[in-house]
């Protein structure tokens, strides 16, 4: 297999731990092996950072019992399928493949390997041996959508988007439609930097947005550079897939955390069990996969109460972030007061709702 | 502030890594090398930059690190290409990869961190003068050191006697030797020149631009440098214009999606690159006068007589 140098410490790191546990573990040889495929590297302090932050929970809570491994800034071209397909040659029972973009090359390496188990991250096609999951991050940009109307002055947002993908469209419109909600006159200016991870560019992008009268930031960028430049200048902001706040400690409000320990630890228990079986799993604030970060202390305590109100007002589905009326730029109608958007709708969403400024690229 | 005077001051910021480590790249190609570990370099640069800050507080200490990291990865590259004779675009790459690995492994435990404010060179009071104020003297100092070795290295090369030797080891490394110029000698230092360089341009990065260490947060800037100097066919003051232009299309572009112009952002990201074609068909057109340009010995392996 391509042995990295993360892979080499994700070993080590493995075989420590099982040496902590003591002679009894550290005898036995782990039950499961789980291999993990990045997009980015594990320092970025966003996406990645993340899945490798569940899979050092995954070795955490069942010990002796798993080996992982994992291989970081994989390109989503045909790399990703001579990457997948190592793992799989090399004893890896489940294999996480965690970006969009490796789907083909995930499938086609699972038809070769009917024994492994795959799962796919925020993918839609499955097979007998691949299962996919994402979270619904959306969920928390509905709650982060509220606290922007209620400290925005210039009632202008911004978001420096990566590529415009269901998941980022969704984002823009979740944000959006909650800020309306409460205030009409808000809208959305957009960037795209058409990169996952840029940090120059990702704060470039904030700052332009800054200097054309954006008041709240919010990123669906990989790196804390945005939060950095809101810092700087002085305006609030809200953190992507992990806690930034130390990059921005006045205008971080709070951070829409991914979180994968739950979810990683469950699948593996299952592969241990024999009970894995493929499935789809698109889980938020109820199933554990999203977090809200801790809420900055300098936050009115109105705001703060306002968005604990709305974390459990989704937890329990009294809240849908997608609920009616959602109206599209230009005024059509997707959804009436009453009706909320099917899943099927949100993952293939492709169209700005109104409020948000320009045109979405095709 | 004014929105072109802000437009402005994102344009140098932009444009300063990319004109630091192209200005070094260019002496190493005059004197007839090709390095093209340039990303390794400025990825080694950023992290030596900023472990220095985080150790010991003083921003001058960390920019005399990031200088010296640069240094010592083209040393391994002078050490390759000269003393071993290895072949030097295999070589190049091979520093890229080794820059990408080390500077992740020597930044493990400075992910996440944050520096303090970021280091301005004049005082506060000198932003309130309109335009000029928010836009060109609010940078740090290695803004200005960037802008200012451009003139330095137009001197150095055509006004000193060292830089007309450089030329000539560049131009034909077998007649400089027969003058009794030292080829290895001369293309060392010049390698080591284009390291402390692009270590400046990577620490310029991490220590002032984005203030913080993320792995690879270079994000391809090494690649644009080498572009660049080929863009300027290896004239200084076109280098310094070409970072400029590629700096600025990429900040106009991001405004104008802020703005909300009907155009798809993918083509507007696609801009700086469009211009960088268009200019290079532009000079190419005069075929004499870039045949001109190229060092005569760029890329070939000197073999002293024996």
């Known amino acids: ?362 | 502030m004014d929105m072109t005077a802000a437009i402005l001051a994102t344009v140098v910021t932009a444009a300063t890594p990319l004109l630091l480590a192209a200005l070094g790249e260019l002496i190493v190609e005059k004197s007839g090398v090709l390095n093209l570990g340039v990303e390794g370099m400025m990825l080694a640069g950023a992290v030596g930059g900023f472990i220095a800050a985080s150790l010991t507080g003083s921003l001058l200490i960390a920019l005399v690190a990031a200088v010296l990291a640069g240094m010592a990865m083209s040393l391994v590259f002078a050490v390759l290409v000269l003393g071993l004779r290895a072949n030097q675009v295999a070589s190049g790459l091979a520093l890229v990869l080794f820059g990408v690995g080390l500077s992740s492994l020597a930044g493990q435990g400075y992910v996440g961190q944050s520096l303090g404010a970021a280091w301005r060179l004049f005082p506060e009071s000198w932003r309130e003068i309109p335009f000029v104020g928010p836009a060109l003297l609010a940078h740090g100092p290695v803004v200005y050191l960037s802008i200012a070795l451009v003139p330095l290295t137009v001197w150095f090369l055509y006004r000193t006697r060292a830089g007309l030797i450089l030329r000539a080891v560049g131009e034909n490394h077998d007649a400089a030797h027969g003058l009794g110029h030292d080829v290895v000698r001369t293309r060392t230092l010049a390698i080591l020149w284009g390291g402390a360089l692009a270590g400046l341009g990577g620490a310029y990065l991490s220590l002032d631009y984005t203030p913080m260490w993320a792995e690879n947060m270079t994000a391809g800037r090494g690649w644009i440098a080498l572009a660049l100097v080929v863009f300027a066919a290896w004239r200084p003051w076109r280098l310094m214009a070409g970072a400029y232009l590629f700096g600025g299309i990429t900040i106009l572009q991001l405004h104008a999606q802020g703005a909300g112009f009907g155009m798809p952002s993918q083509v507007l990201s696609m801009l700086p690159y469009l211009a960088t074609v268009a200019v290079l068909v532009i000079i190419s057109s005069n075929r004499s006068r870039l045949s001109l340009a190229a060092p005569g010995s760029l890329n070939k392996t000197f073999h002293p007589p024996a």
């Open chain 1, 1 to 362: 297999m391509t042995i990295t140098r993360r892979t080499f410490t994700g070993l080590a790191a493995g075989t420590l731990a099982a040496a902590a546990l003591g002679p009894r573990a550290a005898l036995a040889a782990p039950k499961v092996k789980a291999g993990f495929i990045y997009v980015g590297p594990i320092g970025d302090h966003g996406w990645s950072y993340q899945h490798n932050a569940g899979r050092l929970g995954l070795m955490e809570a069942l010990g002796a019992d798993v080996a992982t491994s994992f291989v970081e800034s994989v390109s989503e071209g045909a790399d990703a399928e001579r990457v997948i397909r190592q793992l799989a040659t090399t004893g890896h029972d489940i294999i996480f493949t965690t970006s969009f973009g490796y789907m083909n090359p995930t499938l086609k390496v699972a038809r070769q390997f009917p024994k492994v188990k795959f799962e796919h991250c925020t993918g839609f096609n499955r097979a007998g041996n691949v299962s996919t999951y994402s979270g619904r991050f959306y969920e928390g940009r509905h709650v982060v959508g509220l606290m922007a109307a209620k400290m925005t002055k210039t009632k202008t947002l911004g978001y420096v988007a990566s590529f415009p993908i269901p998941e980022v469209v969704r984002g823009i419109n979740a944000i959006t439609l909650a800020a309306r909600s409460i205030d009409p006159e808000i809208t959305t200016k957009v960037v795209w930097v058409n990169e996952w991870y840029d940090p120059g560019k990702e704060a470039d992008a904030a700052k332009a947005l800054i200097d054309q009268g954006v008041d709240v930031l919010f990123q669906h960028t990989d790196s804390p550079a945005p939060v950095q430049v809101a810092q700087e200048r002085g305006i609030k902001t809200v953190g992507q897939a992990s806690d930034m706040a130390r990059f921005g400690p006045d205008a971080h409000m709070t951070a829409i955390i991914d979180y994968w320990d739950a979810y990683y630890i469950e699948r593996v228990k299952a592969v241990m069990d024999g009970t894995w079986e493929s499935k789809d799993t698109w889980g938020g604030f109820a199933a554990d996969m999203v977090h809200m970060a801790p809420f900055n202390p300098n936050l009115p305590a109105e705001v703060v109460s306002m968005a604990e109100a709305a974390v459990e007002g989704i937890t329990s589905g009294k809240i849908h972030p997608f609920a009616g009326p959602v109206v599209k730029q230009g005024g059509e109608v997707v959804a009436k007061a009453g009706e909320t958007i099917s899943d099927e709708a949100l993952l293939s969403m492709n169209y700005y709702v109104e409020g948000v400024q320009g045109d979405l690229p095709a």
